[in-house]
T-cell receptor, first 114, second 111 residues
Framework: DTGVSQDPRHKITKRGQNVTFRCDPI?????LYWYRQTLGQGPEFLTY????????KSRLLSDRFSAERPKGSFSTLEIQRTEQGDSAMYLC????????????FGNGTRLTVT | SQKIEQNSEALNIQEGKTATLTCNYT??????LQWYRQDPGRGPVFLLL?????KEKRKERLKVTFDTTLKQSLFHITASQPADSATYLC??????????FGKGTTLSVSS
């Protein structure tokens, strides 16, 4: 399978703990995106990379969130000091660098903060 | 601020009918508009892209229109089937900015 893969699929953590999610994009894709989705809402943009450069971050992304794409391949999203409001599906997508390129999504990591 | 409105959070139709989903946007000048399908517990899947200079685009039973004057896109599924039941997401695509998704319309097709 050469699609976007995300790990883990599910994560349950206690409030205050740190969590890290991984995304492996389609290998020839330059761009990598992170979105967050809660029930009944569309995916909410968090941040995106072109190769290893982080080009845009949502103003909604608090200081507790950090994302990296160290070698322009896989990416990690870390949430520090998790809060119950962080419970959501975290989606990763990748695309070619052209502005009209469609996004290819993984099936997400579902985070539950207790 | 940029805003996307997908009218009707839920749409229920009978098998065989045409489903029409509406997407309106404000404070955007998109060069493209994309439509995605999302099934429960899965990531969105790309369906169609339409450019600002295209009035209409078709793919099998799907048809999308794009009216930059009205700032609106319509998404049609003809001869709908229960397997078309899903949430459909509209994404106006402005060059140089990240893709922002609408809330989606959940379509239910009953047999």
């Amino acid at each position: 399978d050469t699609g976007v893969s995300q790990d883990p699929r599910h994560k349950i953590t206690k409030r205050g703990q740190n969590v890290t999610f991984r995304c492996d994009p389609i290998s020839e894709h330059n761009r990598l995106y992170w979105y967050r989705q809660t029930l009944g809402q569309g995916p909410e943009f968090l941040t995106y990379f072109q190769n290893e450069a982080q080009l845009e971050k949502s103003r909604l992304l608090s200081d507790r969130f950090s994302a990296e794409r160290p070698k322009g391949s896989f990416s990690t999203l870390e949430i520090q000091r998790t809060e119950q409001g962080d419970s959501a599906m975290y989606l990763c997508a990748s695309s070619l660098a052209a502005d009209n390129s469609p996004l290819h999504f993984g099936n997400g990591t579902r985070l539950t903060v207790t | 601020s940029q805003k996307i409105e997908q009218n009707s959070e839920a749409l229920n139709i009978q098998e065989g009918k045409t489903a029409t989903l509406t997407c309106n946007y404000t404070n955007y000048s998109p060069a493209y508009l994309q439509w995605y399908r999302q099934d429960p517990g899965r990531g969105p899947v790309f369906l169609l892209l339409i450019r600002e200079n295209e009035k209409e685009k078709r793919k099998e039973r799907l048809k999308v229109t794009f009216d930059t004057t009205l700032k609106q896109s319509l998404f049609h599924i003809t001869a709908s089937q229960p397997a078309d039941s899903a949430t459909y997401l509209c994404v106006p695509n402005q060059a140089g900015t990240a893709l922002i998704f609408g809330k989606g319309t959940t379509l239910s097709v009953s047999s």
